[in-house]
């Protein structure tokens, strides 16, 4: 069966495309409902294969949520909310890491098998995200604790280099114990290390929508300034409201650009280095 059809003029300039993010780097938050769809996650990983094999340097921060819900599920626990965010007790944990270790272990034997120099990172020894426990302010301000939660505070992935690092959301506590990351916060904390030229996170949602039901009224650039505006008159809410914040942290660590695609649809990845433009959001400062 003949492929598609793609004229020498097409090619061309999309070479041009890809060879101006030549030697940058490149995070891409993998996860959410992007995870859940085999085809999604499929294109996902092929295109990190292209783009590496074209010489960017990317690298793979992934959660798993939905798949750690359902360990947990079959294990007869149930999820703890503290503060509307999920408490992290040891038997919580366990799960966490193992369903984390698995998952890392299978996108980095499948880009493998793409033909990529992948790296997978479920190791205390090598583990290269360092964190301590995440305390949230309550009332009276006394601390809420979140049991076994953390936030990044050092990076230790080497300068880019050509095998993808395949990076979970976790840290190694200063006490030398896992930690339960946010994954959108975890890429984050990776892009601002790097310096990263793009922080890409791949949701299950367009991007910001002016109109949360109407998914033509993506809202393709913002700076950081709009981007609080809409947050404070309620345009951006929900659980946008912290893939937004990410982004914001992303950019405020040091990387040039935050994008918000939809996971969902095959090679969404691949469009942003392929076309002037592409469908999702791009955060910039």
């Not at 890392?104 to 992948?118: D, F, P, Q, Y």
Request: charged fraction near 20%; glycine fraction near 10%.
């Amino acid at each position: 069966m003949a492929g598609p059809s793609v004229s020498a003029e097409a090619f061309a300039a999309a070479v041009e495309r890809v060879a101006a993010h030549h030697d940058k780097t490149v995070v891409v938050k993998l996860g959410g409902s992007a995870m859940e769809d085999p085809a999604a996650t499929d294109a996902c990983l092929k295109s990190v294969a292209i783009l590496n094999r074209l010489d960017l340097s990317v690298v793979l921060v992934h959660g798993g949520g939905k798949p750690i819900d359902r360990a947990m599920a079959d294990a007869g626990l149930t999820p703890k909310k503290v503060a509307g965010r999920r408490y992290t007790d040891d038997a919580t944990l366990e799960i966490v890491v193992r369903v984390l270790g698995e998952l890392n272990r299978g996108i980095a034997s499948r880009l493998t098998a793409l033909g990529v120099g992948a790296v997978a990172h479920t190791a205390a020894g090598t583990f290269p995200l360092v964190g301590e426990r995440l305390l949230l302010p309550g009332l009276d301000l006394q601390p809420v604790d979140l049991g076994r939660v953390g936030r990044v505070i050092e990076v230790r992935l080497p300068a880019p280099r050509k095998d993808v690092p395949v990076v979970p959301s976790l840290a190694l506590g200063t006490d030398g114990g896992w930690l339960n990351v946010n994954a959108d916060t975890a890429a984050s904390a990776v892009a601002g290390a790097l310096k990263a030229d793009k922080a890409i996170f791949l949701t299950d949602t367009p991007g910001v929508l002016r109109d949360r039901a109407n998914p033509a009224s993506l809202i393709p650039k913002l700076t950081e300034a709009e981007c609080r505006e809409l947050i404070a008159s309620g345009v951006i809410d929900g659980g946008m409201v912290p893939k937004v914040e990410a982004c914001f942290e992303a950019l405020e660590a040091g990387a040039n650009s935050a994008l918000i695609l939809d996971g969902r649809v095959p090679y969404s990845l691949l469009d942003v280095f392929l076309h002037d433009t592409f469908t999702g959001t791009e955060i910039t400062r």
